[in-house]
């Protein structure tokens, strides 16, 4: 009996907090708690791979504005980032026709409004900060969960035991902590689909991002370093599903032909294609359980704010977790756990009702509507003050 005991305790790891996801935003609580002094435990299904220079650019980018760069910067991933590759943008354009909003970084006394940075490569530089008192555990997930007054349970795959006072699910959309905690979710499908290409461009490192809205839905051109780019076309999710068939040439010709002449000849290197879908987590707190990032909420990625509003989870929850420590509250308060769920989830729900009315409408094929919409941004082009607080507030900076 005691050495069965005694093989039990082997088997289980005790940390103050367990974090399942170590992707972007788990990987940066990851390093943001760990500073505070708790013990976090990372679980992850695989390491990110070491980057290697010569390695072709990965289809999954994110577009990270200032706060989330600032913040990377505090963790010290940014000045790693920077040995790897990552283009800048000082431009960021929309329109529709020949109507077109054009915001600029010098017009809120920036260099720049953000970077166009590869997913795998954040990642690889947050786990370049990974340090005691920080375990990771890999090739494992978690199967089963329990949380009462003493903490929460959790049994592993191969079979290890953790506990923990506090469970952070920063695990994707298909959250198996959300799952596991019996949290709902509310949303739907849209009824479009996302083609992301890999190209070479004829012309040197871009310093713009920009956005043409058509009927069919957006196609946006996103600069990558050197003469490359992301190119992400939306539209039917029959019409995407046709296109990802085409052979390679083909589907170059289709980026050619579907996209403004500016574009030029590219050269397709890589593409892939996925559908849209909006969720929001029903609660984000539940006892000791708190989700964050594409866990909680996913969003039309219409502005590329995905990663941004993981983030701003992430740096919320962070402070919430001080606070308490600093106050000698219990790391689990729940006073201080609903403040963060009231927050995130009142300014995801916002953003999220933005993108779907941009969505609907410049997805209403009409002349009229069409002649209005430029109007209206031709009038937004000229309006100084309201221009300048829509830049800074697609920065990540407060307007208030």
């Known amino acids: 009996m005691r050495e069965k005991q005694d093989k039990k305790m082997q088997n289980l790891i005790t940390s103050d907090v367990v974090i399942s996801g170590g992707g ?76 077109q909003l054009r915001f600029a970084a010098s017009e809120i006394g920036e260099r720049h409004l953000g970077h166009i940075v590869e997913n795998n490569l954040v990642q690889l530089a947050l786990w370049q900060q990974f340090a005691e008192p920080i375990t990771v555990l890999t090739d494992c997930e978690i199967t089963a969960l329990r949380q009462d007054e003493q903490g929460v349970d959790l049994t592993l795959s191969d079979d290890r ?77 029959a019409k995407v599903k046709q296109l990802a068939a085409l052979s390679p040439r083909a589907l ?26 909006r969720m929001q987590a029903q609660q984000y707190v539940k006892g000791r359980v708190v989700l964050a990032g594409d866990a909680a909420h996913t969003i039309n990625p219409l502005a590329g704010q995905g990663v941004n509003l993981g983030f701003a989870d992430a740096m919320l929850l962070v402070e919430q977790l001080a606070a308490n420590l600093s106050a000698g509250k219990s790391l689990t308060d729940a006073d201080s756990l609903q403040q963060y769920q009231r927050q995130r989830r009142m300014q995801n729900t916002l953003m999220m009702g933005a993108m779907d009315v941009i969505y609907q409408t410049f997805s209403r094929e ?22 300048q607080l829509l830049t800074k507030y697609a920065v990540g900076n407060s307007v208030f």
């Not at 609580?29 to 010569?54: D, K, N, Y």
């Not at 002349?367 to 003050?385: D, H, V």
Request: aromatic share 10%; charged share 15%; hydrophobic share 45%.
């Open 24 to 99: 972007m935003v788990g990987a940066a609580l990851a390093v943001a708690l760990s500073r505070l002094g708790l013990s976090i435990t990372v679980l992850e299904r695989q390491a990110p791979a070491p980057f290697e220079a010569q390695s072709a650019i990965d289809l999954r980018v994110s577009s990270l504005n200032l706060r989330s760069e600032r913040w990377l910067t505090e963790l010290g991933a940014w000045q790693n980032l920077q040995q790897m590759r990552l283009c800048p943008y000082q431009y960021l354009q929309a329109g529709e026709g020949k109507a």
């Open 161 to 237: 035991k953790l506990h923990c006072q506090l469970l952070i699910g920063a695990d994707g959309a298909q959250s198996k902590v959300r799952q596991l905690a019996r949290i709902g979710t509310a949303g739907w499908q849209y009824q479009q689909a996302c083609l992301v290409a890999y190209v070479d461009t004829p012309y040197p490192q871009q310093d713009i991002t920009w956005q043409q809205f058509y009927p069919s839905g957006p196609r946006a051109f996103l600069p990558l370093p050197g003469a490359q780019a992301s190119l992400v076309w939306y539209d039917e999710a």
């Open 252 to 277: 170059e010709q289709a980026f050619i032909d579907a996209f403004p002449p500016e574009l030029g000849a590219i050269k397709l290197k890589g593409s892939a294609w996925f559908p849209l879908a």
């Open 366 to 387: 009409s002349a009229p509507l069409s002649l209005l919409r430029q109007q209206g941004l031709r009038l937004a082009a000229k309006a100084g003050m309201a221009k």
